[in-house]
């Protein structure tokens, strides 16, 4: 699991790639921890995401709810359609705002 | 076996006698008659049986015809002969009309 | 780690760093930085903790339990630095082998744990397992943590209930349902605006615990094709949802995705029951497989005769022995498991005599467990239905140990409106009886202690028991043998798929007699998947091992057979606008309220003179709006089952409007059933009931 951060302006970009599951959920909080507690406002790019197990969803809506319960906005970009089907179905897609394009992510962050 | 009927209207009663059977073939001549005699409305239709040996089922589906063409009408089936009653009871329909053993008097 | 005091590795084997645990909770929980495994058995001597890498054939190490780790007869030990998505455990007992004594300890199997959360191996529906597999039932860890948000189970006053029989699968299979994914829990979501549309707010599904679909050794006598266990009566694991049924279970997401259909249905207003079976489990006889609880606590969770054999009081092979403390404690917790964690709101139980017998069999007065269930505080809100009679020849309608809680399948109803419907003669007096919510079975409860039913998964369908005399069950592979032979039905006048228009008319008008009936009886009534649209299973009875069309929802037939469709949407939604129909307490047969008429007054073709003699085929019967649990409309029901026209003469109202026509199943549709006040007024004070027809009417209790 690769984990690449940058800013664009007022925006984090958190590029994501390969899977979170149990082996390497630990990691992954690891790294975005101090992303996390400092963003306003973060696209999580889900681009290169192959694959997301329960332990890599249930780390995604905490670390989603930890920036939102400072005020700050989360996006999801370019998660794939198996993925969401996935998430769909375990209740989990609701809980975030998705975006296809990095426009529409810098719009929904807006 | 023939049907012969006889009908007359007082009032609001239309009488019907049928002698012989009402069977698949003559109960088309029982509605025909049973039509005519609703032409004038009546409240009471009474069916002299006495000398009625058998009517099947062809028979009560006219009486059926009779009292939903018109509504409220109250039917009487005066003496009926032993399969008569039979046909009644095993269709259901003896608790559908008056059964009695004398003429009604009716206006 | 964090803040407790106990949570430091104390031992080591190969590797794995473990310590004594915690007894409560039963099963394999996630503490800290490891797992807590906690198993009891009253007889074992000595117990392994076994490890696997997920679907590895090997394990990864096997820990004993040291004997300071044991606090009575529970082994508990914490291990550290599992990848809990990825392990699979079981265990090994060391005790006795003893069968005479009821002892069965085998070293040399794996066992999986009662208390298993999820349970791995059977991942897909019917892919092939690894039949060399020495663990093929293996427990995982489950991730319990859930955001329900608001959600709780529905607590819907139980008489309101319109339930509906469904199997997980069946329901959306075929490939006419369109679902994203067909047969899963996750599709089940996708059909909620069937659902609604329908009118049910309650769905009771047939077994999602988890069993093995493989469990059958018998081939179709066509095809060849190994027959399967399609039904699920069969439990390997009490506290698993079935993998199979899950969209997300090759993910291992089933706990999820089902809590999350759970979640949607709440929120669209339908209950959800489940079918539990706690009177056998799958490991069969002496003869059968070691799964579980036969190598942990063999006495102590079945029923044993005297040599050491096991009871059949479920014509399965074995019967758990539900009043002993150790299987009962495991039914209780396992019934608060699924209330608690999945928000059920209600368990039928199957063959649910046999929870009321004792360790021999014998039937108890006072079943500990039944009481124990009835007065459960974390059941107290749950509906429990009992399938009040087992295979061992206890018949309980009636007399169910039932504590004031437990409702039941009414088999007496069941039967009463099959026989009625079909023109038997003589059944209007208990027609009578039955549409009150049978008095005379539960004068102690109420009409909600019956639930009233003409079909379900055992036997015809709907549209299969106005088509077929005798069942046709060649397809199971026993000859014709299995499946009820008092099937009470009738085919119309021919045998199965015709395409005489005069036989599928009556048996279109039979279909909607059957519902209209069941829908205005007092009770809570059940309709079987698909009976709404005509569901066949072409005249098998007993399709518990077909997974194809034979058994599966069509949903085609929502075309083909609209107006039953239709008709089944009208007359649930009548019943469900009718607070007359679901009392909670018997009728009274007075005038409590001044009325001018009886709550309650049954008539023949002459008002108050209902015909129960042996011969009768017609009652009719009229309840009062203003005896009603709250006002409602005066309502008339007229039942002719002869095969001619009959004139029902209108019993006088002291007061009121007039009638108007609801529901006259002698006339096609649209005019079979009527929008509330559209239907045509009724002129004079008599009205004609077709031949096997039942006519509806209702009036306003006001002028």
Request: hydrophobic letters at 35%.
């Amino acid at each position: 699991m690769n984990l690449e951060t940058r800013q664009e302006g007022s925006v984090e970009i958190v590029e994501l790639e390969g899977s979170i599951d149990g082996k390497t959920a630990p990691e992954v909080r690891e790294q975005l921890r101090p992303v996390l507690s400092r963003a306003q406002k973060l696209i999580l790019d889900m681009t290169k995401v192959q694959y997301l197990s329960s332990a890599g969803l249930r780390l995604l809506l905490l670390s989603y709810r930890e920036v939102t319960a400072a005020h700050g906005k989360v996006v999801l970009l370019g998660v794939s359609k198996d993925i969401q089907t996935v998430m769909s179905h375990t209740g989990f897609l609701s809980f975030f705002t998705l975006a296809d394009t990095r426009e529409q992510a810098a719009q929904a962050l807006t | 076996m023939a049907l012969s009927m006889h009908s007359s209207i007082e009032g609001n009663t239309a009488r019907l006698q049928l002698v012989g059977e009402v069977d698949g073939t003559t109960a088309p001549q029982m509605r025909a008659e049973v039509d005519k005699l609703l032409n004038g409305s009546p409240q009471n239709l009474v069916l002299r049986v006495d000398e009625l040996t058998f009517m099947s089922s062809a028979g009560l589906r006219v009486l059926i015809f009779a009292k939903q063409k018109q509504p409220g009408l109250t039917i009487y089936v005066v003496k009926p002969q032993a399969p008569i009653i039979d046909t009644l009871r095993k269709t259901g329909f003896y608790d559908g009309v008056y059964v009695t053993e004398t003429e009604p008097a009716l206006a | 780690m964090e803040g407790r005091i106990d949570y430091y590795p104390t031992h080591e084997c190969r590797g794995f760093r473990f310590r004594k645990g915690h007894v409560l909770p039963f099963g394999a929980t996630v503490v800290g930085s490891g797992v807590n495994f906690s198993i009891y058995s009253s007889a074992a001597e000595a117990c392994t903790l076994v490890l696997f890498r997920k679907h590895e054939p090997e394990p990864m190490v096997e820990i004993e339990f040291p004997r300071s780790f044991h606090i009575g007869g529970v082994y508990s030990m914490i291990v550290f630095d599992l990848d809990y998505e990825d392990i699979e455990y079981g265990y090994r007992f060391s005790g006795p082998w003893d069968p005479g004594r009821g002892l069965r300890f085998d070293y040399s199997k794996i066992v999986s744990d009662p208390y298993g959360r999820v349970i791995g191996g059977r991942d897909l529906w019917r892919a092939e397992p690894d039949w060399n597999d020495l663990y093929q039932h293996r427990a995982r860890l489950a991730f319990d943590d859930f955001d329900w948000e608001a959600d709780h189970p529905l607590e819907t006053p139980i008489q309101d209930l319109v339930v509906y029989e469904m199997h997980v699968r069946g329901f959306t299979a075929h490939e006419s349902s369109s679902v994203s994914a067909p047969g899963t829990y996750a599709a089940l979501r996708e059909k909620i605006p069937y659902l609604k549309e329908l009118g049910v707010n309650c769905i009771e599904l047939l077994p999602i615990y988890e069993f093995d679909e493989w469990d059958n050794n018998r081939r179709h006598p066509e095809t060849g094709e190994l027959l399967l266990n399609y039904w699920g009566y069969s439990t390997i694991a009490f506290f698993a949802p079935k993998a199979g049924y899950a969209a997300t279970g090759q993910f291992g997401m089933q706990v999820d995705e089902l809590k999350t259909t759970i979640k949607e249905l709440h929120r669209n207003g339908i209950e959800l029951i489940l079918d539990v079976v706690f009177n056998h489990t799958a490991e069969g006889d002496h003869r059968g497989p070691v799964i579980s609880f036969r190598g942990i606590d063999n006495a102590a969770y079945y029923m044993l005769t005297p040599e050491g054999y096991y009871y059949n009081f479920s014509g399965c092979g074995n019967t758990l022995n539900c009043n002993h403390p150790v299987a009962r404690n495991m039914v209780i917790d396992c019934l608060r498991y699924w209330a608690a964690e999945y928000h059920i709101d209600g368990f039928r139980f199957d063959l649910a005599s046999i929870l009321g017998r004792d360790q021999n069999g014998a039937p108890l007065s006072n079943p500990p467990l039944l009481e124990s269930l009835a007065f459960d505080p974390v059941l107290s809100k749950c509906k429990l239905i009992a399938e009040a009679w087992d295979a061992g020849g206890l018949y309980q309608v009636g007399s169910f140990p039932a504590y004031g809680r437990w409702a039941e399948w009414n088999g007496k109803y069941r039967d009463a409106v099959r026989r009625f419907i079909k023109g038997d003669e003589g059944l209007t007096g208990e027609i009578a009886t039955r549409v009150q919510g049978s008095p005379d079975l539960y004068w102690h409860r109420g009409p909600t202690a019956s639930t009233n039913f003409i079909t379900c998964h055992d036997g015809f369908t709907l549209r299969d028991l106005v088509s077929y005399n005798w069942k046709h069950n060649e397809a199971n592979a026993e000859n014709n043998n299995d499946g009820a032979n008092d099937n009470n039905s009738w085919n119309c006048g021919w045998e199965g798929e015709t395409a005489d228009p005069a036989v599928n008319e009556l048996r279109l008008r039979q279909m909607k007699n059957a519902t209209t009936i069941l829908m205005l009886s007092q009770g809570v009534p059940m309709i079987l998947m698909g009976d709404e649209i005509g569901r066949t299973q072409k005249g098998n009875n007993n399709a518990y091992c077909h997974d194809t069309e034979l058994s599966w929802m069509d949903w085609r037939l929502v075309e083909t057979n609209s107006g039953l469709l239709r008709f089944f949407q009208k007359v649930i939604r009548f019943r469900r606008a009718h607070p007359a129909l679901r009392r909670r307490r018997f009728f009274e047969h007075s005038d409590v309220h001044g009325a001018g008429i009886l709550d309650i007054s049954f008539h023949g073709l002459q008002p108050y003179s209902p015909d129960y003699s042996s011969w009768s085929r017609c009652l009719a019967f009229m309840l009062s709006g203003h005896g009603a649990p709250e006002l409602d409309a005066d309502i008339y029901v007229a039942m002719n089952m002869y095969w001619d026209a009959l004139p029902f003469r209108l019993p006088k109202r002291g007061h009121g409007g007039a009638w108007t026509v609801e529901i006259n199943t002698s006339m096609p549709s649209p005019d079979d059933i009527f929008d509330p006040g559209q239907g045509p007024a009724v002129s004079g004070d008599e009205v004609i009931a077709g031949p096997r027809s039942i006519i509806v009417l209702t009036a306003n209790t006001h002028s």
